[in-house]
Nanobody, 123 residues
Framework: VQLQASGGGLVQAGGSLRLSCAAS????????MGWFRRPPGLEREFVAT????????YYADSVKGRFTISRDNAKNTVYLQMNSLKPEDTAVYYC?????????????????WGQGTQVTVSS
């Protein structure tokens, strides 16, 4: 599975962005998906995950209530709607796929990774 993330950019604090991650194959509909991010100078961290059918989602405490993960299996795409952005949300955001139905917040459980898209939030 190849993953292509897009939608990053520069936004002021309080603004919104929507990230998209397009998968290359129809098997996408049977994979759980996740979003992770790497802030400047820090380790990559979990952001959000969604099960194969969108029925189960989990979020990092730092984004809960501000970010929403969703998916459209007909388009082989997963989204991350980011609202009320803060400077501390600045990071490279990565989408990932795992060949399991269940979602996961652990990096090592993912099989495929996208190339990352930069999100910069100015104060």
């Amino acid at each position: 599975v190849q993953l292509q993330a897009s939608g990053g950019g520069l936004v002021q604090a309080g603004g919104s962005l929507r990230l998209s991650c397009a998968a290359s194959e129809r098997a996408f509909s049977s994979t759980a998906m996740g979003w992770f991010r790497r802030p400047p100078g820090l380790e990559r961290e979990f952001v959000a995950t969604i099960s194969w059918n969108g029925g189960v989602t989990y979020y990092a405490d730092s984004v809960k209530g501000r970010f929403t993960i969703s998916r459209d299996n007909a388009k082989n795409t997963v989204y991350l709607q980011m609202n009320s952005l803060k400077p501390e949300d600045t990071a490279v955001y990565y989408c990932a796929a795992r060949r399991k139905f269940a979602s996961s917040r652990f990096e090592f459980e993912y099989d495929y990774w996208g190339q990352g898209t930069q999100v910069t939030v100015s104060s």
